[in-house]
């Protein structure tokens, strides 16, 4: 099935979705460092992103009738900074907001489906009337806004449209806010996505269950011991860290749940067999440098080791402290290297960062976690695939 990637970052969505099965008919960047990440993996064969057609462009000027007929998927994130809760809070009224851009690909497209994805910090309550015309023109691309015509104009005329409407909407769309260590990720991100099925395909979706539970790595640690195990994790560290989760603990001691879940992965899972840079320089892994500086203030603690991380984070001025290092088990700080990041982020060890440590890492604190939209994109490939097969059946 063939699909379109818009505001594609470093990657993490477009390498989900290509996992999942789907081929890129166009990846649309118009960053030029995150262009020349794609460009690099394809010179060296990556197989993530071989073939893709990268387009180094504004999503406002790129020509979708150009792609033809046959889109399966549009995805993407549009850009965040506009929602962030880092960020200058503008939503709407920020020219980085893409979202119309988003709606226009599903217009002139009209794929089968959609999956789009932003920040938790779009469902804030500040946000939620443009968040109810986000779904609204979701629903009804074709409605498309009108020259003069402003958002909460073009709002209340989609209202009208939809409640007078007597069939069903263009697209049905779906929301929730998925938390990535669920699903296999070794970070907390929690992040919105939007999934839609046109409607005349009769889809029967559903968001996928969760994966991976903090219950499950709680056991693994204080009940049956098998983390520790795992890592050669001395006595002395299990005691010096265990005051912290004492509570919880108590509580799986005395009530105890039936797990059927992976336990969540952790910092230390991520950083597994990759050395110190800061000890070891000539090791021969790419974009695993270290780079000094690191230091604790108020808000910015930095991420525990046995624990997924914190959310990694762009950063509107800069690489921002607390979110993109880490607590030694000597209690020092150091910054996550790219190579870290990009474990974090589930990016595969063969996958190359182009740019200043700043601007990868900005790349990074961008992206969607490989694992976490694999996961959402293989479940809509199994619907678009069961329709087609009921469409067959039915001919």
């Known amino acids: 099935m063939r699909s379109v990637e818009l505001f594609a970052g470093a990657g993490g969505l477009a390498i989900g979705m290509a996992n999942a099965g789907f081929q890129h008919a166009a990846v649309v960047e118009w960053d030029h460092d995150a262009c020349e990440t794609f460009r690099e993996n394809q010179r060296h064969h990556a197989h993530a992103v071989e073939g893709w057609p990268v387009h180094e462009v504004d999503a406002r000027s790129f020509k979708f009738e150009s792609l033809g007929q046959d889109i399966a998927v549009v995805s993407g994130g549009p850009p965040c900074q506009p929602f962030s809760m880092g960020g200058k809070h503008q939503a709407q009224r920020d020219d980085r907001n893409m979202f119309p851009e988003a709606v226009r690909a599903v217009r002139e497209l009209m794929p089968k489906a959609f999956i789009f994805e932003n920040v938790k910090g779009l469902t804030r309550k500040s946000f939620a009337s443009y ?27 989609l209202e009208q449209h939809h409640s007078a409407n007597k069939g069903a909407a263009t697209y049905n769309v779906l929301f929730d806010v998925l938390n990535a260590a669920d699903y296999g990720v070794p970070q907390k991100r929690e992040r919105v996505f939007f999934v839609g099925f046109r409607s005349d395909l009769g889809a029967r979706w559903s968001f996928p269950d969760p994966t991976h539970s903090e219950g499950a790595l709680l056991v693994s640690k204080w009940i049956d011991g098998s983390y520790w195990d795992e890592h050669g994790i001395s006595q002395k560290r299990k005691a010096e860290v265990l005051p912290r989760y004492a509570k919880r603990v108590e509580l799986l001691r005395s009530a105890p749940v039936l797990l059927t879940l992976d336990r969540w992965q952790t910092t230390r899972d991520a950083l597994k067999n990759l050395p110190d840079p800061e000890a070891v320089r000539d090791h021969g892994i790419s974009n695993h440098v ?23 984070k762009a950063g509107y001025h800069g690489v921002p402290g607390g979110e993109n290092m880490f607590i030694k088990d000597d209690g020092t700080l150091r910054y996550f290297t790219v190579r870290e990041s990009a474990r974090l982020q589930s990016f595969p060890d063969e996958y190359e960062f182009r740019g200043s440590w700043s601007q990868t890492m900005r790349q990074l604190g961008n992206a969607v976690p490989v694992k976490l939209a694999e996961v959402v994109a293989r479940s809509v490939a199994a619907s678009l ?6 469409a067959q059946t039915t001919n």
């Not at 003069?148 to 209340?156: D, L, P, V, Y």
């Not at 270290?290 to 990694?312: C, I, M, N, Q, W």
């Not at 695939?385 to 009921?390: G, K, M, R, V, Y």
């Open 131 to 157: 968040f109810s015309h986000i779904l609204l023109q979701l629903q009804y691309p074709e409605l498309a806004r009108r020259k003069g015509e402003n958002w909460i104009q073009h709002r209340a005329r």
């Open 290 to 312: 270290f780079t000094p500086g690191a230091r604790a203030y108020v808000g910015h603690t930095g991420s525990v080791l046995d624990e997924p991380s914190k959310t990694l």
């Open 385 to 390: 695939e069961a329709c087609d097969t009921l």
